[in-house]
């Protein structure tokens, strides 16, 4: 069952569980992947509700979005086992099928064509709307030498319009 919200009522839910970590899933071409991210933003860009995720350019979840440009975002909301964020922000898809080595249980969306996570109920079904590479040249020299002393593996923002919301039962 889906209950229908509104992401800016849970807007503290979803900020305040990023830094420890939330789920992006991403799917094409027959593969459902998600990941760990602990960046993100939740606001409103071209008049729209908007959450904007870092994706570095290696990622596999990365391919996927550029294939498919949907995704949904999975937040904890009550209790789940943190072991699942440590796994999904440690493995790649190239490697693993996240989704299977964990049971997680796939949520058919209703909007986007890539589904939600049962076991991280909060849910956002989001559609690309813009898609941006950091450029480290940009990036104030604390950040630059901190995360990008690699300035191939550059982020890439990834603005999703925020299409539907809800909490899964
Ligand atoms: C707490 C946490 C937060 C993370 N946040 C991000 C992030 O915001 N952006 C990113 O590109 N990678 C982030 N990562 C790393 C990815 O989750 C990790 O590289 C993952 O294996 C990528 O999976 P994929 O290759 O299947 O896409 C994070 C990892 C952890 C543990």
């Not at 559609?127 to 590479?133: D, L, S």
Request: hydrophobic share 40%; charged share 25%; aromatic share 8%.
């Amino acid at each position: 069952m889906k209950k229908n919200v509104d992401p800016f009522v849970h807007s503290r839910e979803i900020t305040e569980a990023l830094p420890s970590g939330i789920l992006l899933t991403a799917a094409a071409e027959g593969r459902v992947n998600t990941m760990t991210i602990g960046w993100g933003a939740l606001g409103t860009d071209w008049g729209k509700p908007m959450f904007m995720a870092l994706v570095r350019e290696s990622r596999f979840t990365r391919e996927l979005l550029d294939k498919n440009p949907e995704f949904t975002v999975n937040v904890p909301y009550g209790e789940f086992d943190k072991r699942i964020l440590g796994f999904c922000g440690s493995k790649s898809g190239r490697d693993v099928d996240k989704i299977k080595e964990l049971g997680l249980t796939l949520v058919d969306s209703e909007i986007v064509s890539v589904p939600g996570i049962k076991e991280l109920p909060l849910t956002l079904e989001c559609r690309v709307a813009a898609r941006q590479r950091q450029e480290p040249a940009l990036i104030c020299e604390q950040f630059r030498k901190a995360y990008y002393p690699a300035p191939e593996d550059a982020h890439i923002m990834y603005f999703g319009e925020i299409v539907n919301t809800y909490i899964i039962s």
